[in-house]
């Protein structure tokens, strides 16, 4: 436990706190990354997932999309993106990168958000009246929204913990700490940047949680039933599974 | 292309190593997880809290989790174990919510005519959940095979050779084949493992197979819900990683 006393030790040292590479700046950079990369990942895979899932057609690419994604080593692309474009402009090549990863999770969580929705209530909607257009807006889009945040959420994991890697390529972040710590084998800054970047996460976990929570349209729970279930349809006639 | 056939051997090499190191974690979290998903699925209480662990588990970053786990565990800083480790518990994390998945796809009524039939309840999981449970359980397996070989590569940093290696060394000496080649050699071993584990579920469970599945609509549900899974685990505990 002697270690982790001095890794809380190392992150409130007043030096960290202040001057150039800093606690606060590292954590700026890794949250700017994030952002911008969630940011504008969401808006070229939302409306994609939106358009799947309400027309129904493309349904096999958003899954294998989110299938073949899994399979690429984001620290590879990381440097396999800088050294084909150059060094030059590895600030928005690294965060190209983070938006190629985030935007698999995004599109999987629009579109199967409107999956999950039961068709009646679609039916339902168009025979009242309800134009396209309305049906999105109205029906689909709220009752999408909790799994699509859930996608956000995914994405913004997947984000965070890539940008710990964007070190690598000279960009900061909060992964400094702990590269710098292995190669000067300094246990305390190591430590303490791996805690800060592990409280950061689960952090924003949390705000996506409550957000996925807050989603769900009051009276419905729809829209929180796992996938897997939705595909037995009998059963869902008889009792909504709470999730 | 040259590069390639120049460094061929270490390439192998790294490629088997890579392999190994990934075998056990995916083997050793299905096996952990299948019970703990037993009692997830099993108990609403303990459902919520293991769902949530493994849900904040697999939230912490992995480069993050290979720096954690040696002060907690003793081990030392520079090892294979904390890695293995860490991908283990990826693993369960993953596993252990496909498996609660995968045990509620059962059908009540046939787990009812089980139990009607005389089934002891042991006898029944066995005999009756767990084969029906396979496919959901399948893709699941898939996404941690998928997944390790790919956290993997991170392990290079904390001085485990796999084929990152290819990645911080290739950058290093400005080697753009060195790179490339360790991109798409690791994605070839996730998918070859994906194809071998798809193989292995088909083989064990034929009843999944296309074409006999139309027969019987009730059976034919689990192979359907192979194919919606990804996007399933994608709403809860896909994501993390790197």
Redesign the interface.
């Known amino acids: ?1 002697n ?2 006393l001095d890794a809380f030790a190392w992150i409130a040292a007043p030096e960290q706190w202040s001057g150039s590479g800093s606690l606060p700046q590292r954590l700026g950079e890794h949250l700017l990354y994030t952002v911008i990369a969630v940011g504008v990942a969401a808006l070229i895979a939302v409306p994609i997932g939106w358009l799947i899932g309400h027309t129904g057609r493309g349904r096999e690419f ?2 294998g999309l ?2 073949a994604a ?8 990381l ?2 993106f ?3 474009v150059g060094v030059t402009l590895r600030g928005p090549i690294v965060i190209a990168v983070l938006v190629l ?1 985030a935007i698999p ?1 995004i599109l ?2 629009a ?2 958000g409107f ?1 999950v929705i039961d068709r009646r209530t679609i039916d339902a909607a168009r025979a009242m009246g309800m134009t396209e257009g309305q049906i999105l807006w109205r029906v689909e889009v709220p009752l999408g929204l909790p ?1 699509l945040f ?2 956000l ?6 984000v ?3 940008a ?2 964007a070190v ?2 000279g960009l900061g972040g909060l ?1 400094y700490g ?2 710098q710590g ?1 190669a000067v084998r300094q ?1 305390d800054q ?2 303490g ?3 800060l ?2 409280a950061l ?2 952090l924003l ?1 949390a705000v996506f949680a409550l957000l996925e929570r807050f989603a769900v349209p009051r009276g419905v729970r729809a829209g929180r039933t ?4 939705s ?2 349809p009998r ?1 869902r006639a008889v009792a909504e ?1 709470s999730a | 292309m040259t590069w390639v056939l120049a460094n061929l051997e270490q390439i192998l090499e790294l490629s088997l190593t890579h392999l190994r190191l990934s075998l056990l974690p995916i083997v050793l979290g299905f096996v952990i997880a299948i019970p703990l998903g037993w009692v997830a699925h099993r108990y609403r209480l303990t459902r919520g809290l293991i769902l949530t662990l493994v849900g904040l588990l697999y939230t912490i970053p992995s480069l993050a989790l290979f720096v954690v786990l040696p002060p907690l565990l003793g081990t030392p800083f520079l090892s294979e174990a904390n890695v293995l480790i860490a991908l283990t518990i990826y693993a369960v994390a993953i596993m252990a919510r496909s498996t609660a998945d995968a045990l509620a796809s059962v059908d009540p009524d046939i787990q009812q005519a089980a139990t009607a039939m005389g089934y002891s309840s042991w006898r029944r999981f066995w005999v009756v959940d767990l084969p029906l449970a396979g496919p959901v359980l399948l893709a699941g397996l898939r996404v941690v095979a998928v997944s390790t070989v790919s956290l993997l590569t991170v392990g290079v940093i904390v001085g485990v050779d796999s084929l990152g290696y290819l990645f911080t060394n290739g950058y290093q000496r400005g080697i753009l084949a060195s790179v490339l080649t360790g991109v798409v050699v690791t994605v070839l071993i996730a998918l070859l493992l994906d194809r071998v584990l798809a193989l292995l579920g088909a083989w064990l469970m034929p009843w999944t197979r296309a074409g006999r599945a139309s027969r019987r609509s009730r059976v034919a549900q689990p192979s359907q819900l192979v194919d919606r899974a990804p996007a399933t685990v994608g709403t809860g505990v896909q994501g993390s990683g790197a």
Do not use: H, N, W
């Open positions: 436990m270690l982790f958003a899954v989110s299938g899994r399979a690429l080593p984001s620290f590879g692309l440097f396999l800088v050294m084909l990863l999770p999987a969580g579109y199967a999956e799994l859930g996608g959420r995914s994405a913004t994991l997947q965070v913990a890539t710990v890697l690598f390529v992964g702990i590269v292995i246990f190591m430590l940047s791996a805690l970047i592990i996460a689960l976990d796992p996938i897997v279930r595909a037995s059963r599974p």
